[in-house]
Structure formats: C-alpha cells, structure tokens
C-alpha cells in the first residue's frame, strides 16, 4: 500500500441514470399533455406523479460513489451526500437486475445501511479490480466485517467507469 489513503470511486449505470430520467420525464410530459387538452383530475395526479418522480431521480440516483477512509459521498445529478463510517451500519448488496438474476452474474448494486434505511450507492456491481480496491478501503477503515459479508462481483465484469468522462468522477 502506498502512504495515501486507499479510496475507489465506482459509478452507476447509464441505463439506469437515462431510464430514471427518461421515465419520469415522459410520464410528467403525459400528464402536461393531459391538462393541455383540458383534462381534470387524472392529468393533474400524472404530472403531480411525474414531477416528484423527476426531482427524486435527480436528488436520490446516485451517479457516481466515491468509498475512502471518511466514509462515503454520494454523487447525484443535484446534490452530493457524505456518509460517515460511523453512521454507516453496514455495506450489503442490493437485488441485481432481473437479467442477472436469471444468469447468475450479479451479486447485486452496493447499499449501505444507517439504520433500517438503505441508501442506494450505485446501480450496478462493480469489477473485480474495483471489489479488490473496495476490500482494501474497508480494511483501511476498519470495517473488517462488510469484508466478509460483501459476496464478490462476477470474473469479467467491465470497470464501471469504462463510460465515464473525468468530470463525473466526484
């Protein structure tokens, strides 16, 4: 190891951050479309619906997650979260994507736990190079339990910031 802090920066998906979006925009998009053409309450729930969706996406999604000796900060579209390892009850995975589960490639997006919440860190497991250098973070910050209890990632799967440009590293 080196004399600086190990940290790992891991991104989501661009199919999740652009489906988020896209989804959410139509369905605000419907429903404007809806009290454009004189509609009554339907419409307006819709948009309603769709709006608050739209800003959850871009206030909650996290783009990006960087893991240090800190803790953890949260990159979205809109905001950006710290999370210190004090607060932190545990790291675990979430359910992988429907596709994964059927092929058994996926353990699973990384959560982390505060509590009964669980905050959603990215949307998609990262490579091995990238568990390795998140197992060395852990063992730096003395979470030698979220080492054990983290399964590891598929052999062959893509770094996640194969798509990235420089700029949504947080």
Do not use: F, K, N
């Amino acid at each position: 190891m080196t004399d600086r802090d190990p940290s790992v920066t891991l991104h989501s998906s661009w199919r999740g951050i652009a489906s988020g979006l896209i989804g959410s925009t139509a369905l605000t998009v419907l429903g404007l479309a809806g009290l454009a053409a004189g509609g009554g309450v339907t419409p307006t729930v819709i948009t309603v619906a769709g709006g608050l969706l739209l800003v959850a996406v871009a206030l909650d999604l996290p783009v990006a997650c960087r893991l240090d000796s800190d803790g953890v900060q949260r990159r979205m579209m809109l905001r950006r979260q710290h999370i210190s390892w004090s607060r932190i009850t545990a790291l675990s995975r979430g359910r992988p994507s429907l596709s994964a589960r059927r092929r058994d490639l996926d353990p699973g997006p990384l959560v982390a736990l505060i509590g009964r919440r669980r905050y959603l860190l990215v949307d998609q497991s990262e490579s091995l190079h990238e568990y390795e250098d998140l197992l060395d973070v852990l063992r730096a910050s003395g979470r030698d339990e979220d080492v054990e209890a983290l399964l590891p990632p598929a052999d062959g799967r893509t770094p996640t910031w194969t798509y990235r440009r420089r700029r949504w590293h947080p």
